[in-house]
């Protein structure tokens, strides 16, 4: 978890402990997908993002929130479908 707190630029008061770890948990999962060791620091910083932007917008499944930084990471536009609610 503490992988992604050094890319979290937002103010952390946004984030409570439960969500920092579901944003941790999907990082790790994203870069262990996209062979973690081979990762440019460019490369985690845009993951982190990723999963950031979503968790801004309210998404909790660290499932999906990994399947949105290994779609900007693959190339695909897709667009976050992640709940309006919450923060």
């Given at each position: ?5 050094q ?27 996209l062979?973690?060791?081979n990762l ?8 982190a ?16 929130l ?22």
């Amino acid at each position: 978890m503490a992988s992604i707190l050094q890319f979290v630029r937002v103010d952390r008061s946004l984030f409570d402990d439960f969500v920092t770890g579901v944003m941790g948990e999907a990082f790790d999962a994203a870069c262990a997908e996209l062979q973690d060791n081979n990762l440019s620091e460019l490369v985690r910083e845009i993951i982190a993002e990723r999963i950031v932007e979503a968790a801004k917008r309210g998404e909790r499944d660290p499932q999906r929130l990994c399947s949105f930084a290994v779609a900007a990471m693959n190339g695909e536009r897709n667009r976050i479908n992640a709940p309006r609610w919450g923060r």
